[in-house]
């Protein structure tokens, strides 16, 4: 069993030539769109019934980041939404929305406090590390089976439950009351419009997200991301190889006679592995699987075969 790729393997991978139209799309979404929207217009580039999805949605005010997933490496998208995320963020200061964004009803806080820039560095400070975070009313988190969005447009209650995320830094890259522009790193399920509404909680002025660029998903980053205006033609050639959506796993690679025991949905030895999933390869640098590692037994178990 070996570490994560190196970015050298990552590299092989992007360049690596695929025989179908199975593989991820790396696409700058522009804003005004739903990642919804996205897929649509990508189902123009590709065969009719070819299967595409995207890895993590993103508002229609955000820019940034979206990418989609085609063929088989639709059954991969869970692994890319892990991986872990950069955005870089503006929030306003002195009022509230009730989308926690831009494009929401927004309403003056009255009589604000204005924080200084080290009350402002201290607040961000507590919001590091694992914390509690209540999704927006306005999202697509689930309130027994129902979309919230669903519920808050008919005027109805909305009571979401705080759900643990994870924050990894937050750097501050100007501050000139009411703005604030950040860049923050963190894991799967994080709202920055939540952020931006509970720092402004904190501050006591109240806050909102007033724009958002997703600028990076686990490998994948905004400067190399493709335009919506390409053509089918070049929406093909910049295919990455459905390997990159597992780049957050660690990897083995096993002979061809193994390989056909786990598709089989045979479990298969190992000399040695860490309890967890693990991406499964063939002789010739192909992600053949995924497999879950039983350490007390030193066996490999099939999850996805591909």
């Not at 580039?45 to 993590?56: L, M, S």
């Not at 999202?139 to 705080?162: E, F, N």
């Not at 905004?222 to 597992?246: F, K, N, Q, S, Y």
């Not at 096993?254 to 598709?263: E, F, G, W």
Request: charged residues 25%; proline residues 6%; positive net charge.
């Amino acid at each position: 069993m070996h570490d994560p790729p190196s970015q050298n393997d990552l590299s092989r991978l992007a360049r690596k030539i695929k025989p179908g139209l199975d593989g991820l799309l790396v696409i700058d979404k522009p804003g005004g769109m739903t990642s919804r929207d996205v897929v649509n217009r990508a189902q123009g580039w590709f065969p009719r019934r070819a299967r595409i999805g995207h890895a993590g949605t993103l508002d229609p005010l955000a820019t940034g980041v979206l990418v989609l997933c085609i063929g088989r490496a639709t059954r991969l998208i869970e692994y890319v939404q892990r991986l872990d995320k950069e955005y870089r963020a503006g929030i306003a200061f002195g009022a509230r929305s009730d989308t926690d964004d831009a494009a929401g009803a927004i309403t003056p806080v009255d009589e604000v406090v204005v924080p200084d820039k080290r009350e402002v560095l201290e607040a961000l400070t507590g919001f590091i590390g694992i914390i509690e975070q209540t999704p927006p009313a306005y999202s697509a988190a689930k309130i027994t089976g129902r979309r919230a969005y669903d519920l808050a447009r008919r005027g109805q209650s909305v009571d979401l439950r705080p759900r643990p995320v994870r924050i990894d830094a937050i750097d501050v890259l100007a501050f000139e009351y009411p703005r604030l522009d950040v860049v923050i790193r963190c894991g799967k399920g994080t709202y920055i419009r939540a952020l931006a509404r509970d720092l402004g909680q904190r501050l006591g002025c109240g806050a909102y997200l007033e724009s958002l660029r997703r600028t990076r998903i686990g490998p994948f980053h905004a400067g190399e991301a493709c335009p919506l205006e390409i053509t089918a033609t070049e929406a093909r050639a910049a295919l990455l190889d459905i390997a990159m959506a597992v780049t957050g796993l660690s990897r083995v690679t096993l002979p061809d006679a193994d390989l056909a025991r786990l598709r089989q949905g045979q479990a298969v030895s190992l000399a040695a592995c860490e309890p967890g999933e693990i991406a499964v390869f063939d002789a010739r640098g192909g992600l053949a699987a995924i497999g879950a590692c039983q350490a007390e037994r030193n066996v490999l178990q099939p999850v996805k075969v591909l």
